[in-house]
């Protein structure tokens, strides 16, 4: 499958989330997405350094600004099952904003066309680094990492592109 581009319609597809009652919840992503101005950001996995150090930190610490700018959600995601996604989640007690999704078969990134196979190094089958800027639906920057890079998927840069 091609990766998803700009202009292009984001795929269908359900994710987990533990909601602020701890209680499992499915969501479909066009739930989440119709209607709204919303980011969609991926990390290869959990508790990596780049990502809990990094990428996540950066919507975390911005949400305010990306909010004030029209966002109405910032929606991670991650091939992790949604008790990994959970107690990743709270390790970030500051965090109001960024949902912390599952996708545990990885069935929504190779929708998305962003997967990464890091079997080599004992990982499996994960998603790429990137931050997707959707309005209602439809990919308006997408912005895709190579390999482990962290250049262009932060919060600076969706940022920018408002």
Known sequence: MATIAVGEKIP???????????????FSIHSLAAGKKVILFGVPGAFTPTCSMQ?????????EELKAKGVTEILLISVNDPFVMKAWAKTYPENEHVK????????????LGLELDLSEKGLGM?????????DDLVVKVANVEEGGAFTVS?????????
């Open 12 to 26: 269908e597809g359900t994710v987990a989330w533990f909601d602020k009652e701890d209680k499992l919840q499915s």
């Open 55 to 63: 990428h996540v930190p950066s919507f975390i610490t911005r949400a």
């Open 100 to 111: 912390f999704l599952a996708d545990g078969s990885g069935t929504y990134t190779r929708a």
């Open 126 to 134: 994960r998603s790429c680094r990137f931050a997707l800027l959707v």
């Open 154 to 162: 932060g919060a600076d840069e969706i940022l920018k592109a408002l």
